[in-house]
């Protein structure tokens, strides 16, 4: 009987991290504004919660989350590269994207409360191809992404992991511990969430989402 079994890989997921540390400083002085513009957006929810349980919580567990950034001048570096390496990423997952551009459906700063106890739901982007995170602040003490497994039959069937540290096909999901500068692409459809922040350090990042659009016949 042939002992031999050949070893082959399909349905990959893939995750594409890289680090720009040289925009940091100008992205943090440029969202500056935006952050403190929804943190005083945020004054009136927080009074009004405040109000209703009787204490005084103010932006605690809060995001604040700006409005949108796309085309602005003072973020055309990032969203250029962006544009560029996510039209890379879909040729490279093995899209014909000779008849599709990428165009951006969403572009935000937000920052977690320094209260501490932000966070978000697991979710994904619906309608998009490629979505991302740009960090402006964090560090090991702040909160972090969590990508989860999109094969979501998998989880019927889990088991227990030999070394829950390794990561392997069996594992369900990635902690990424990103630093000021770590950029980070992925298809749109990886579910992702935000473990709660304890509000020790500053935690503030750029988020995105790109879709792949038709060209029309002439162009």
């Not at 009074?47 to 349980?53: F, Q, V």
């Not at 590269?81 to 990423?89: A, G, L, M, Q």
């Amino acid at each position: 009987m042939n002992e031999n079994i050949n070893f082959e890989t399909y349905f990959q997921t893939p995750v594409y991290v890289t680090e720009l540390p040289e925009l940091v400083d100008a992205l943090n002085k440029a969202s500056e504004p935006h952050i403190k513009h929804a943190r005083e957006r945020n004054k009136m929810l927080s009074k009004e919660r405040d109000k209703s349980l009787g204490k005084r919580l103010g932006d605690f567990g809060m995001s604040h989350h700006s409005g949108p950034l796309v085309g602005l001048p003072e973020f055309a570096d990032i969203q250029g590269y962006v544009e560029r390496r996510s039209f890379e990423i879909m040729d490279h997952m093995g899209y014909d994207m000779s008849k599709y551009f990428l165009t951006w459906t969403e572009m935000w700063v937000q920052e977690f409360s320094h209260k501490g106890a932000a966070y978000h739901n697991a979710h994904i982007h619906y309608d998009n191809h490629i979505s991302g995170f740009f960090f402006l602040k964090s560090s090991e003490l702040t909160s972090h992404p969590i990508l989860k497994d999109p094969r979501v039959a998998k989880m019927m069937s889990m088991l227990p992991l030999k070394n829950p540290n390794d990561i392997t096909m069996g594992t369900g999901s990635i902690h990424y511990k990103p630093k000021p500068g770590t950029l980070i692409l992925f298809p749109a459809y990886i579910e992702h969430e935000f473990t709660v922040d304890l509000g020790l350090e500053p935690f503030r990042f750029i988020h995105f989402n790109l879709q792949a659009v038709r060209k029309r016949e002439n162009e």
